[in-house]
């Protein structure tokens, strides 16, 4: 069984910063991919960033320049760094782990606002 455990998230204001992580546990492979995704209330869940097993990364236009996805595979464990934050990137961030079927964690809320 896998288990995906997200934190970091919080409270910030326009133009600061957070660091989420995901604590993955169970049977992780490492040359499967890791991704953020994040939903805000009346909108669908989407993606933010993907990391592949060579390091390569696809983020979501709205994030380029300002978030970075890494994973250090040692540890298990993926991170997204959030930087210039926007009251647009509000939302329920999700942690997601595929192998045949998606698995996702219970989500960090993030709030951006002055």
């Known amino acids: 069984q896998v288990q995906l455990v997200e934190s970091g998230g919080g409270l910030v204001q326009p133009g600061g910063s957070l660091r989420l992580s995901c604590a993955a546990s169970?049977?992780?492979?490492?040359?499967?991919?890791m991704a953020w995704y994040r939903q805000a209330p009346g909108k669908q869940r989407e993606l933010v960033a993907l990391i592949r097993i060579g390091g390569g990364t696809n983020y979501a236009d709205s994030v380029k320049g300002r978030f970075t996805i890494t994973r250090d595979y040692a540890k298990n464990t993926l991170y997204l760094q959030m930087n210039s934050l926007e009251p647009e990137d509000t939302a329920l961030y999700y942690c997601n782990y595929n192998d045949f079927r998606d698995y996702w964690g219970q989500g960090t809320q993030v709030t951006v606002s002055s």
């Open positions: 169970g049977r992780i492979f490492s040359f499967n991919p």
